[in-house]
Structures are given as structure tokens and as C-alpha cells.
């Protein structure tokens, strides 16, 4: 009963790890919660339940663009859904209301305000089926998206005590969780933690970058990615902005997205980024919960986050859908220079240069990337991922102890007084206002360095910092210290191993910025790459086409038509008769009924030719 309510709304043919089991105890009507990474299959754990009961599903949501996006994709597999929230007009509301209370509305999105509001009024003149509180950690002082109206919830258990509550979040720490089940008052709650590893998500580190070779290695990145929507992440407001305007020149329809724009822009970026006018978002961490969006093929950090906690949720933006998603950080001293400096001045310093420190050996590692991950989440995983750059590319060793040698020399003879931008300066012997007026060019070491390229010397610079040889004196402008161990290796008593610094990206050819000629253009778009065996990309990006055709016919976003991985699908089976086509995962009966023939005869026709 389950599988079939499963496949004839949702299109799927099984469940994901957990979610049987949660729909079941919620059927059995009893209070729940879940924490399941983004992308992992939450809202069927409560869609599918509201299904299968009598009466409303009241689902509590903090944001209207996720409600929208949910009431849209409900509607979109033939379900009663409906938002009641203040963007609507008061008729809209009047009229949701009604619904409600003809018992019509399978699930009514509501903001926790609207809720409290209504708790004496709509929800005592309904049969409510079961009450979902969506982004559950927003209740939480401690998270990261506290929203005082979520404290308020815990009238829900004294006034329903009949009614389940399930509450669902992707932040798992355990503060948060207990929070949650206290404040919601939940009754015998059961918790179900699934497993937190995307396997789909492509994990990439690339560190030591200058600014140019950055941009340079993000143009290839997006050329790769042609057509496919991704995210840029980016410390301040001002680099967001920069960015933006460089892969605007480049040709790249880029938006804008940070707390310092009015809301209104900000709602135009992301409906922009959502419906497919715009391919890439640079963002500020202000960016993302708002959205849904399935087919998020790739994030990019451009300044190393501040925690693994952050990072994990944007990248997790990425492959919802379930394919493959691509991920890069790029990791500067200078970032975590800075980072340092902002945890050394927040309220929260011990906890906040913890979580730095892990994400610093995050990104520094050379064991699998989705261990260290994973194990911050508390999870072991016994194998190595294959799917992730240390996986791919085992970091190789030599004998540094000659280039460890000159860097700590440098700083030795400047008595400790520099920074790694100096330092480098002077093993590379180049003429700077510091180097000059110290006098650092009258140095034995000044330009010893001279065969190693800066961006070189900044990765070693990394590499001997996470080796503990020196260490970085934040209270004193950032001054270079020489560590014991340090010592053992200036003075010849131990030697040194570093790692190979490999460059995987070869500089793509230039734009002629003389003629402005964009050197990237997405009027020549290359074909997607095929993601199943005996997939055709000539036909994916016809059924592409058709899609965005029928999306924009209904103002609704492409991939709530049909998901990426639906049509890859497709485009791999080509299915000409609608019954197949409703065979296809992600085709339930009523998109079979509505887009099949659109679809069947596009392929067709393909066929034919
Ligand atoms: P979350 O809310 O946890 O971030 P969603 O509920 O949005 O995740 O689900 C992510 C994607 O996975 C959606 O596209 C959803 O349709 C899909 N999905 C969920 N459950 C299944 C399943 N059992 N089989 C196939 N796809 C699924
Ligand atoms: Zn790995």
C-alpha cells in the first residue's frame, strides 16, 4: 500500500535507507524526529504519511520561497497542497481556509507565525492528520537559524495531544536535537539519524591559489559545466559582487546574493537562479536554505568556511537530485588568517577556533576527504570514497627539508617579524616597500628562494604550518613563528617531508579582452555530459528544452516538471509509449498523464531521424 501510494504520486519505486520506517511510526501515529543530510528524502517521510491519513497535514515551514517550492512540486504529482502565509492576499487566504474546512487539503504549508495565530481558530475546525515542523533546528538558540517564533511551538503537543508531530532537520548535532524534543514537548519520540555521506558529492580541495589562478581555475570548472546551475560562495559581500562581474564579462549569467541587497533583490536573485535565467549565484552563506532546487549540479567555495558544519550544508546543495554534484574550496592562508581573527573576536572563541581547526584539517588532509567528514558527524566509514580528490590523486612525498630549511631561515633572520607575504617577497627576491625599507634585501636568504613560484611557496608555506614547523602569531599582525620542531629542521637535527603540489588545472585559453570576445559563451552550449551508459546527450538536451518549454508555460521551475535524473533517465531508456514513459522513475500517474505524450513525442521524433 505504501510502495504502490509511493509510485503513483512520487514516480519511485522504493525507499530510501529509513524512510519506511519513519512513515511507518508516523503512521502509527507517534512523535518523530529526523535527521537526514539535505538531499536525503525528507519530505516523502511526511508527504507520504498525509497521503495515507484522514484529515490536513499541517506542515510548519520558516521560509515562504520553500513553501512555495513544496506547495509547487505537491501540485506537480496531482496533491491538494496549499500555503497560507502573508504574501497571499487576504481572498487567497480566505479561500485556502475554506478548503481546509471542506477537508480537501491533503498538506497546508504554514509559517510557525501564522500557526500560532491560527492554533484556536482554522486547526480546531479541521481534522489535522499529523503536524511536520520542517527545519526543526531553526528552534534552537545554539544553530545557526534560530527563529524565536519556533520556541513558541510547544503549544502544538498541550493543544493536539492526539495529533503526531514528526520534526525534520538536517543539523544533527546533539544540542540541537535535545532542544528540539524538549521544546516541542514531544511524547516517547523516537529519533531516526540517517546516514549523513552523499556519495554523489565530488569533493575537491585546491589550496595555495592567488586571486588570478582562482578566477582562471573557476572559468574551466564552469566550462565543464556548461548549462548547469551552481553556487559560488564567498566571505564578504564585496568579493561576491567582483566575482560576479568577472564571469559576467566572461559570458556567464551570474547573479548576485548577500544581506547587504533589499529584499527584493535578493527574492529576484534566487527566483532568477531557481527558474533557470541565471546559471550561477555568487553568495555570501546568506544564500541557500531557501531553496529546493534539485538540479544543483555544483558548489564552489572561493574562501575557505568557517566550519565543517557550514560547509557541509552548502555543498550539500549540490545533487539533490541524487547525481553527481561537483565541489571545490580553494584554501588561502590569508583565509584562515582571517577566519582565525574573526573566531579570536567573536563571543564564542574556544568553540569557534575549534571548528576552525577541523575545517583546517579538513581542507589540508592527505586521508580520504569523506572519512574526516563523515567521522566529524560521528559516523566511521570503513573504505576509502573514490570520489573525492585524495581518493583519485594520493598525495606524493619528497624531501623538503632544503625548502623548509630557506623558509625558516627567512623568518629567522627577520627575527620573526613577517608575514607570508613578506616572506615569500623575500625568498623570491622581489622588490616590495616592506623588503626595501627593512632592508630585507641585504639578507642571505633574500632570494633564495627565487625557483619556487609564489603560489608554490604559499602551499608549502601551508604545508609546514599543518606540519607544526611554524605557527601563525594572529595577535601580532600575523607574524611567521619559528616551533620547536621547526627548529630541529632549520638546525639540520630532523628533516622534512613534503607533498608534491600538483596543478590540475591548465590555463584556459584567454578571452581576447581587446575585442571583447568572451572566452566563454553559452550561445555555443557543449552537450551535457551522459550520466547512464547508453544515454544519447542529443536527446537529454531536447528533452531539456522541452522541459524548460513546459516550465515557463506554467511559471514553475524546470525541475519540478521533470527532475535531472528523470530525464537523463529518459534519455537513456527513450521510452515512445506514455505507458512506459510513466515506468520511469520519478513519473508517478499524474505527470504520466500530463507531460507523456509531450515527451513521448519528442522522442519520437529523435528516434525517427
Ligand atoms: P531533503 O528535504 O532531505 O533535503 P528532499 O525531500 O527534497 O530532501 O529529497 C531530495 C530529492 O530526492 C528529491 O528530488 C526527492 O524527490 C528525491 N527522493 C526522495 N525520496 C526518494 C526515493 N525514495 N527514491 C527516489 N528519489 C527520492
Ligand atoms: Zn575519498
Known sequence: MILKTLKSYFGYTGFRPLQE????????????????????????????????????????????????????????????????????????????????????????????????????????????????IDEAHCISQWGHDFRPEYTQLSVLRDQFPAVPIVALTATADKITRQDILQQLKMKD?????????????????RRGYQQKEKIRSILAFIRRHANESGIIYCMSRNKTEALAEQLEEEGICTAIYHAGLSTAQREQAQDDFINDRVQVVCATIAFGMGIDKSNVRWVIHYN???????????????????????????????????????????????????????????????????RILLNYFGETMEHDCGNCDVCRNPPQRFDGTIIVQKALSGIARTHEQIGSHGLIDLLRGSVSQEIVERGYDKLKTYGAGRDIPAKDWQDYLLQMLNLGYIEIAYNENNHLKITEAGRKVLFGQAAATLVIIKREEKAPRRGQKKDRQPSYTLLQPELPLAVFDNEDPRLFEALRQLRKKLADQQAIPAYLVLSDKTLHLLATSRPTTVEAFGEVSGIGEYKKEKYGKDFTDVIRRFKGT
Do not use: H
Open 21 to 132: 520506517e519513519i512513515i511507518q511510526r508516523i503512521l502509527s501515529k507517534k512523535d518523530t524526529l529526523v535527521l537526514m543530510p539535505t538531499g536525503g528524502g525528507k519530505s516523502i517521510c511526511y508527504q507520504l504519511p498525509a497521503l495515507l491519513m484522514e484529515g490536513t497535514a499541517i506542515v510548519v515551514s520558516p521560509l515562504i520561497s520553500l513553501m512555495k517550492d513544496q506547495v509547487e512540486s505537491l501540485q506537480n504529482n496531482g496533491i491538494i497542497a496549499r500555503a497560507l502565509n502573508s504574501v497571499n492576499d487576504e481572498t487567497t487566504n480566505a479561500n485556502i481556509r475554506f478548503e481546509c474546512r471542506q477537508g480537501r487539503v491533503k498538506l497546508l504549508y504554514i509559517s510557525p507565525e501564522r500557526l500560532l495565530a491560527e492554533s484556536n481558530f482554522l486547526l480546531k475546525d479541521i481534522r489535522i492528520s499529523l503536524f511536520a
Open 304 to 370: 575557505l568556511p568557517k566550519s565543517i558544519e557550514s560547509y557541509y550544508q552548502e555543498i550539500g546543495r549540490a545533487g539533490r537530485d541524487g547525481l553527481p554534484g561537483d565541489t571545490l574550496l580553494f584554501y588561502s592562508l590569508g583565509d584562515l588568517v582571517l577566519l582565525a581573527k574573526f573566531a579570536a573576536d567573536s563571543n564564542q572563541q574556544e568553540i569557534n577556533k575549534e571548528k576552525l581547526n577541523r575545517m583546517q584539517q579538513y581542507a589540508e588532509a592527505d586521508i580520504c576527504r569523506r
Open 189 to 205: 519520540p523516537q529519533t531516526f539519524i540517517s546516514s549523513f555521506d552523499r556519495p554523489n558529492l565530488n569533493l575537491e580541495v
